[in-house]
C-alpha cells in the first residue's frame, strides 16, 4: 500500500524560506513520479514540480519557480521541496503526489501536470505567506 508522509510547511513572513518533505512508502521499483501540487480555497490543485525517482528528471509548472524552488531525492527517496523567497502568492495548502510511470513527462503539460493523472497523494501541508 503505498503512502505519502508530508513534513514541513509554515508561517514565514515575505522573502522567507520554508521546506517541505514527502517520505514515499509502499513503492517496489523507482519507476514512478513523484511532485508537489499546491491548492488555495475556491480554486483548483495546481502542479508546481514533480521529479522522477529513477531517472531524476525534473519538470516546473512555471519555470519562473526554478529560481525559487528547488526539488530533491534522498536516499530514502524523501522528496524535498526547499522554497525560498516565499511571497502572498505561495500560500495555499500544499501536497505530495505519486503516479506509477516510467517518465514523468507523458507529452505534453497538460498531461504530465494534471492532478487527475496522480493516485497516490498526502495529507496536505499549509504553507502561509504573511506579513
Known amino acids: 500500500q503505498v503512502q505519502l508522509v508530508e513534513s514541513g510547511g509554515g508561517s514565514v513572513q515575505p522573502g522567507g524560506s520554508l521546506t517541505l518533505s514527502c517520505a514515499p512508502s509502499?513503492?517496489?521499483?523507482?519507476?514512478?513520479?513523484m511532485g508537489w501540487f499546491r491548492q488555495v480555497p475556491g480554486k483548483e490543485r495546481e502542479a508546481v514540480v514533480v521529479k522522477h525517482v529513477g531517472a531524476g528528471t525534473v519538470y516546473y509548472n512555471d519555470d519562473t519557480d526554478k529560481d525559487r524552488f528547488s526539488i530533491s531525492l534522498d536516499e530514502a527517496n524523501t522528496l524535498t521541496l526547499q522554497m525560498s523567497q516565499l511571497q502572498p502568492r505561495d500560500t495555499a495548502m500544499y501536497y505530495c503526489?505519486?503516479?506509477?510511470?516510467?517518465?514523468?513527462?507523458?507529452?505534453?503539460?497538460?498531461?504530465?501536470?494534471?492532478?487527475?493523472?496522480?493516485?497516490?497523494w498526502g495529507q496536505g501541508t499549509q504553507v502561509t505567506v504573511s506579513s
Open positions: 509502499g513503492f517496489s521499483d523507482h519507476g514512478y513520479c
Open positions: 503526489a505519486a503516479d506509477r510511470r516510467w517518465t514523468c513527462w507523458t507529452g505534453n503539460s497538460a498531461s504530465t501536470f494534471n492532478p487527475k493523472k496522480f493516485p497516490y
